[in-house]
């Protein structure tokens, strides 16, 4: 499981788009809950977490895929980060804070039913 990001750095006003590979590494194949209601992307700055897909979803789904032995996949429609703090308390909210740009750098990590990425997408916003 790898993050994933459109780009590696974000001039000001442009989000970024995220989303998630799954490669079958094994000899068999699998089957994965990969809907929303296993899913979690987050986005960090040092310890400091800045945004997570799960602080303000709204009707999770389930998607139970079948990967063949050494199959790829990836999401099928990136998740758009508004570049703002999230909190379960701020969903409503019409200012939350926005992300310090100025080459400010960021992490990306993706998780499925708690299995964390392999990899997590570095970005910079400006």
Not at 68 to 75: F, L, T
Not at 100 to 108: K, Q
Request: proline share 4%; net charge negative.
């Amino acid at each position: 499981m790898t993050a994933v990001t459109d780009k590696s750095s974000y001039a000001s006003g442009q989000d970024p788009k995220l989303s998630i590979q799954l490669t079958n590494t094994g000899s068999a194949a699998c089957t994965l809950n990969v809907g929303t209601s296993a899913q979690t992307f987050a986005i960090t700055s040092g310890s400091d977490t800045w945004w997570q897909s799960t602080d303000c979803q709204t009707e999770p789904s389930d998607m139970v895929v079948l990967l063949k032995a050494g199959q790829k996949v990836a999401s099928a429609t990136p998740i758009t980060w508004d570049r703002t703090r999230s909190s379960v308390a701020t969903c409503e909210a019409k200012n939350r804070p926005k992300a310090p740009g100025g080459g400010a750098t960021y992490h990306l990590t993706v998780s499925i039913g708690g299995i964390e990425s392999i990899d997590d997408a570095l970005f910079q916003l400006y």
